[in-house]
Nanobody
Framework: QVQLVESGGGLVQTGGSLRLSCVAS????????NEWYRQAPGKQRELVAT???????TYADSVKGRFTISRDNAKNTVYLQMDSPKSEDTAVYYC?????????WGQGTQVTVSS
C-alpha cells in the first residue's frame, strides 16, 4: 500500500508561482510512475503531468512551458511547480503513484488562481 499526501495549494495570482508537493509513504520502492491530475468544477478530470523512474516527463499542452514536474527520491516526494498560472488552472490537484499493479491517489489540494 502507498499513502499520498498533497500540500502547497492555496490562492495565487495570475503570473505568480506555486509549488505543490506530494509525499509518499508505505511501499514506495515499487513506484515506477507519478502523475498530477486536476479537476475543475463541472469539468472532467485532466492529466496534467507525468514522471517515470527514469525522469522522463510529459505535460498536457495546456500547461507545457509553465508547469514542471519533478521528484526527490530521497524524500519520496513529487513536486509540481506552477509558474505563470492562469485562471483556468483553478482546480483541485491530485497526485498519483503507480506500480505495476495499482494506482494510488492522494486526497487533493485546491489551487485557486485569481486575476
Amino acid at each position: 500500500q502507498v499513502q499520498l499526501v498533497e500540500s502547497g495549494g492555496g490562492l495565487v495570482q495570475t503570473g505568480g508561482s506555486l509549488r505543490l508537493s506530494c509525499v509518499a509513504s508505505g511501499t514506495t520502492f515499487r513506484i515506477n510512475r507519478n502523475e498530477w491530475y486536476r479537476q475543475a468544477p463541472g469539468k472532467q478530470r485532466e492529466l496534467v503531468a507525468t514522471i517515470d523512474t527514469g525522469g522522463t516527463t510529459t505535460y498536457a499542452d495546456s500547461v507545457k512551458g509553465r508547469f514542471t514536474i519533478s521528484r526527490d527520491n530521497a524524500k519520496n516526494t513529487v513536486y509540481l511547480q506552477m509558474d505563470s498560472p492562469k485562471s483556468e488552472d483553478t482546480a483541485v490537484y491530485y497526485c498519483t503513484a503507480s506500480n505495476y499493479v495499482n494506482k494510488y491517489w492522494g486526497q487533493g489540494t485546491q489551487v485557486t488562481v485569481s486575476s
